[in-house]
């Protein structure tokens, strides 16, 4: 039986949180009472929010590497996502921990986003440390807090270790912990204490030969792919001769030209790793996330990280609308296809299909909000392209069809309860839980088809005034719960090219709600409003008033037309229909009929009207 031992002078610990639960700001304080600055030297906030779009949302979307050292044991920190739909990057984050902090807002709770991560965390064996963080809140109830953070671990199978935990309490803004509430702390060595001697060292095998499970890539304009990972076993040094052993086995030659560990948020170049420690290797370009780097000699893979499968699937196409080319420096099919492909390789919960045409491909991901986020990255670095609303993937087992649903948690006020429960059952979803806290605000949880929350998170927030909150997270498959309408409202379609004018626009206003700002470009088939009812109408946004040597008896009234709400990727993402398209540039977002010519799309309609009869 092979001896392990610990690396005594290495810890690997993820963090853990919900959204907006004040992971970041935390990993912040650590950074600076760890000594990694100094004291008179200017930091960005949110040091771990590398990405434009993490620092707009406020919320973490890709998994991070750091490091710490404290009484000289070098604390290596995984900054995991709170969000469910980027389960890709929980999972593979992971696989480099030996520990979790699990971080909890004293008000809010546990949060359906926290139970998903931490069910990971839980598979992976991993201790936990619970740090209930801004106890300085108003409503901060942390004694009812940490029953439901019991009660979480249990329901989650958590083993008696498990439940053993260290529970410290934080304000993160200020950067301060204690091991209890009576005693309020006045910096963080508790935490790296707790680190320290809760979190054992990273094991191993000192007999084994060198493993290294790749699970993130990174990239270097010098050196080409960065291959990082934990040192499962063994020690590797910069001029060692090794091979990568990829999906089914085969082995591909690897010669170090970069051997790298983190130093706080940087890379520092080293001449060996040893086991446990996270290391960022350079040297083979082909490699990929799940692959496992050994010696030579005695190459032995481990066993590739596993994600959920998809659930969510959007159809990438060229634009061919015609304003298509003015705006993309990427629009060509070949260019959009490559550069989902470098997707894939760095983020193993997506998954590309061939569609039925040659200028389609079908990108499938773990929900609309990831494939959001890849749209918008995408239009930021100069691609044009198009895409379809967002389709479940359907599962058949045993001649049943079977579909992905999602535990949701709304919060909201109580006088908005009706509203909401009406509107989800509408959309097939069941009520199993309801809590009234007697203070005006209730909480629900219900059981709900993924699809169901397709384009319904912005009508939450107008029922709720802005005031709700809604959560979710994948509930594995159930039985098909039927057909429910998307849309109840059609689309304003222009009928023709041209430049929008205000005239037409005001005449257009009692029709419903436009998207259109005056002077803007317009073509046929592209949508330029919501219509107050069920079917589609095509208007003429160029209309302009006709003029006459009559001269009018009183002054003409000008033209004052309603604001318009900015088009935002997620609502144009949930607002067009399976016949529609979402044309997305770096500087538009246009939607439109898949369909563009008006005349071809009645003759449509009129034969699947004809047929249904």
């Not at 389960?87 to 004293?106: F, N, P, T, Y």
């Not at 107050?532 to 006709?546: A, T």
């Amino acid at each position: 039986m092979p001896q392990t031992v610990r690396n005594d002078r290495l810890r690997n610990i993820a963090i853990i949180a919900h959204v907006d639960h004040g992971k970041t700001t935390l990993v912040d304080a650590m950074f600076r009472q760890s000594g990694l600055f100094r004291d008179d030297q200017e930091t960005d906030d949110r040091l771990m929010d590398s990405m434009d779009l993490e620092r707009e949302r406020g919320i973490t979307i890709a998994a991070k590497n750091c490091s710490v050292m404290w009484n000289g044991v070098r604390i290596n920190i995984i900054d995991t996502p709170g969000h469910a739909d980027f389960g890709g990057e929980v999972e593979r984050a992971l696989s480099m921990a030996d520990g979790a902090i699990l971080l909890v807002d004293a008000s809010e709770g546990p949060l359906p986003q926290t139970r998903f991560v931490l069910s990971k965390a839980l598979d992976a064996n991993l201790p936990i440390i619970v740090v209930m963080n801004k106890i300085d809140r108003h409503d901060a109830r942390p004694d009812e807090v940490l029953d439901e953070i019991y009660d979480l671990l249990i329901d989650l199978g958590a083993s008696e270790e498990q439940l053993e935990f260290q529970l410290l309490y934080a304000i993160g803004r200020d950067g301060v912990a204690s091991p209890s509430l009576e005693e309020p702390g006045t910096d963080l060595h508790c935490l790296f204490d707790a680190i320290v001697d809760q979190i054992p060292g990273p094991a191993y095998d000192p007999e084994a030969p060198l493993q290294m499970l790749v699970s993130d890539l990174g990239y270097s304009d010098f050196v080409g792919r960065l291959a990082v990972g934990k040192i499962a076993n063994g020690t590797v040094r910069i001029k060692d001769n090794l091979v990568c052993v990829g999906e089914g086995g085969v082995e591909t030659p690897l010669r170090i030209s970069k051997l790298q560990v983190y130093e706080g948020m940087q890379l520092r170049d080293v001449e060996a790793v040893e086991a446990g420690d996270i290391a960022v290797i350079a040297g083979l370009d082909t490699i990929r996330i799940g692959d496992t780097i050994c010696h030579q000699v005695d190459p032995q893979p481990l066993p590739r990280i596993t994600v959920d499968k998809p659930t969510v699937a959007m159809k990438f196409t060229v634009n061919d609308s015609p304003l298509s080319g003015r705006e993309g420096k990427y629009v060509q099919f070949s260019r959009i296809r490559e550069r989902l492909e470098k997707e894939v390789l760095a983020n193993v919960a997506i998954a590309l299909e061939d569609a039925e045409t040659r200028d389609t491909i079908l990108v499938k991901g773990r929900g609309e909000f990831q494939l959001s986020i890849l749209i918008e990255t995408m239009r930021r670095e100069g691609y044009e392209f198009s895409v379809g609303r967002p389709e479940v993937i359907f599962v058949y087992e045993n001649g049943q069809q079977l579909e992905p649903l999602e535990r949701l948690l709304v919060d909201c006020e109580e006088q908005f309860m009706g509203v909401v429960t009406e509107k989800l059952s509408l959309r097939k979803g069941k009520m199993t839980n309801l809590v009234n806290n007697g203070q005006g605000r209730v909480r629900i949880e219900f059981s709900i088809p993924a699809r169901g929350l397709i384009g319904y998170r912005d009508e939450f927030l107008t029922d709720t005034r802005g005031s709700g909150l809604l959560h979710s997270r994948f509930d594995g498959y159930g039985p098909y719960r039927g057909a429910f309408p998307s849309r109840y409202t059609g689309s304003i379609v222009s009928d023709r090219a041209g430049t929008a004018v205000p005239y037409a626009l005001f005449n257009l206003e009692p029709r419903g709600q436009l998207f259109l700002q005056p002077g803007e470009p317009v073509y046929e088939g592209m949508i330029v409003g919501e219509h107050n009812r069920g079917q589609d109408i095509d208007v003429n946004p160029c209309k302009e008033k006709k003029l006459t040597n009559v001269r009018a008896s009183g002054k003409d009234e000008s033209v004052t037309l309603t604001p318009v709400r900015p088009l935002s990727l997620e609502l144009a993402i949930s607002f067009i229909r399976e016949d529609e398209l979402l044309e997305v540039t770096p500087e538009s977002l246009r939607m439109r009929k898949t369909e563009l010519s008006s005349q071809k799309r009645h003759t449509q309609w009129a034969r699947q009207r004809k047929n249904d009869s």
